[in-house]
Nanobody
Framework: QVQLVESGGGLVQAGGSLRLSCAAS????????MGWYRQAPGKQRELVAT???????NYADSVKGRFTISRDNAKNTVYLQMDSLKPEDTGVYYC??????????WGQGTQVTVSS
């Protein structure tokens, strides 16, 4: 089992930047995949970015070129650097961990609000 705690959300103007952090309660070295989902009001949760234990990266088309996911195994932390933010990036961002196939853990979420 792994507990995840997100931080770094907040209010920012369009064009600004934020960095989200997701701290895990145990080593993430062997966790198959970690990443971020987001949920805007009235919309379904959508995958934003994923990073695997081998370092493979995957991004939603809507954030490619603006967001960067990374992981620091020594700190048991995954980051999401968000640049050139847009109002449509507003939502609650959830960190997830997928240690093995079929198992998912979630953080409590952090609010990101981008004003126009």
């Amino acid at each position: 089992q792994v507990q995840l705690v997100e931080s770094g959300g907040g209010l920012v103007q369009a064009g600004g930047s934020l960095r989200l952090s997701c701290a895990a309660s145990r080593s993430i070295f062997s966790i198959n995949a970690m990443g971020w989902y987001r949920q805007a009001p009235g919309k379904q949760r959508e995958l934003v970015a994923t990073i695997t234990s081998s370092g493979s990266l995957n991004y939603a088309d809507s954030v490619k070129g603006r967001f960067t996911i990374s992981r620091d195994n020594a700190k048991n932390t995954v980051y999401l650097q968000m640049d050139s933010l847009k109002p449509e990036d507003t939502g609650v961002y959830y960190c997830y961990a997928n240690p093995v196939l079929g198992m998912m853990y979630w953080g409590q979420g952090t609010q990101v609000t981008v004003s126009s």
